[in-house]
């Protein structure tokens, strides 16, 4: 069910999930009661249940909510709807999550599931970031640390999730050049010799200007049949990248 799952200082967990614990992603034409009762799985495997991991509708941009343990968005200019699926929580339209305790849960099939996990005045302060093509150009990253730190973390470490790896994302040429104009580090060549982006580069570089280290970085998802990757199947699942604070 676990990919790779740590705690990663005491009493907090982050963990990635795989092909084991099924799709978990509602906006996939998955059968949603299905895809509800593979989340409770996961809930209770991570030891959360009977909390709930709260998830996103991601859109590829840079917005931030901050949730609160309940689960209402408490400050983002994000909207906030239900999952399309009776039964699921609410989820904000966003590409991050803050929390200062609630269980977070970002959902990837080949883009980058990037946690944060910072200390707080009153406990740990995590996060949960969508971070895509998209929403590396345009700044998650920078927006969820910046985030994080409004909310008192100090101490931000990260781990990047699995995710297509700088040699197998070919693209065409011209967007190469366009978000490595940007983001330099993001600039790459395929295996096979083609134009190329390396996201966790990129990723990795805004961290480092950010002064986060990275504690953990995930293998490639189109290099690993125990992990959904949209660019090997187009009808693919999504796998989850999770973090939550031990009650």
């Given amino acids: 069910m676990f990919l790779w ?50 998830y996103m509708n991601q859109v590829h941009g840079n917005e931030v909510s901050l949730v609160a343990e309940s689960g209402a968005v408490t400050e983002s ?9 009776a039964g699921a929580p609410q989820a904000p339209t966003a590409d991050a999550l803050v929390s200062l305790g609630k269980p977070l849960a970002v959902m990837v099939a080949d883009c980058i599931p990037l946690v944060l996990v910072g200390a707080g ?5 995590l996060a949960a970031v969508h971070a895509g093509r998209p929403g590396l150009f345009s700044g998650v990253i920078p927006a969820a640390v910046g985030q994080m730190r409004a909310s008192g973390a100090t101490d931000i470490r990260a781990w990047l999730g699995p995710s297509v790896c ?7 040429a011209e967007l190469r050049n366009e978000v490595a104009a940007a983001l330099p580090s993001a600039w790459s ?3 096979w010799g083609t134009p190329a982006l390396d996201l966790p580069g990129g990723a990795a ?43």
């Fill in 166 to 172: 700088g040699k197998c994302y070919e693209v065409p």
């Fill in 77 to 85: 200019g994000a909207s906030f709807e239900s999952d399309p699926a």
């Fill in 189 to 191: 060549t395929t295996t």
């Fill in 121 to 125: 005045a009153s406990g740990p302060v």
């Fill in 5 to 54: 799952r740590a705690e990663v200082q005491p009493g907090v967990s982050v963990a990635f999930t795989d092909t084991n614990a099924g799709n978990i992603a509602l906006h996939v034409g998955d059968d949603a009661g299905a895809v509800l009762r593979r989340r409770a799985q996961v809930e209770h495997a991570a030891g959360v249940a009977p909390r709930r991991f709260q």
């Fill in 205 to 247: 570089s805004q961290l480092d200007a950010l002064g986060v280290p990275i504690e953990y970085r995930g293998p490639c998802t189109l290099e690993n049949e125990s992990l959904f990757s949209h660019r090997r199947d187009s009808r693919s699942g999504r796998f989850a990248g999770l973090v939550w604070t031990h009650d």
